[in-house]
Nanobody, 123 residues
Framework: QVHLVESGGGLVQAGGSLRLSCAAS????????MGWFRQAPGKEREFVAG???????YYADSVKGRFTITRDKAKNTVYLQMNNLKPEDPAGYYC?????????????????WGQGTQVTVSS
């Protein structure tokens, strides 16, 4: 099992930036993919971005060109740089891990989840 802790959420004006971090501990050896998801009140959890163990990245169309996912293997940490934040971006943001060479987009495919960090965008 991988223990995940997110940080970096907060309040930002529309057009601003935030960087989320997800620190992993526990059974972090071996190949695993990481994903960032978000969930707004009353909505389903949705895929935002993902990164494979080899470094391939994947994004939801709604964030492509604005968000960037990276990982630092030495620190067991995954980051989500969010630029040009829009009024539709506010949500709880969660990181997740799955032992896979692929990067699933379905939340049900992920075994381990963090507690989430809240992102709020003011207009």
């Amino acid at each position: 099992q991988v223990h995940l802790v997110e940080s970096g959420g907060g309040l930002v004006q529309a057009g601003g930036s935030l960087r989320l971090s997800c620190a992993a501990s526990g059974r972090t050896f071996g190949s695993y993919a990481m994903g960032w998801f978000r969930q707004a009140p009353g909505k389903e959890r949705e895929f935002v971005a993902g990164i494979s163990w080899s470094g391939n990245t994947y994004y939801a169309d709604s964030v492509k060109g604005r968000f960037t996912i990276t990982r630092d293997k030495a620190k067991n940490t995954v980051y989500l740089q969010m630029n040009n934040l829009k009024p539709e971006d506010p949500a709880g943001y969660y990181c997740a891990a799955v032992r896979s060479t692929l990067v699933p987009r379905a939340p049900t495919r992920y075994a381990d989840w963090g507690q989430g960090t809240q992102v709020t965008v003011s207009s």
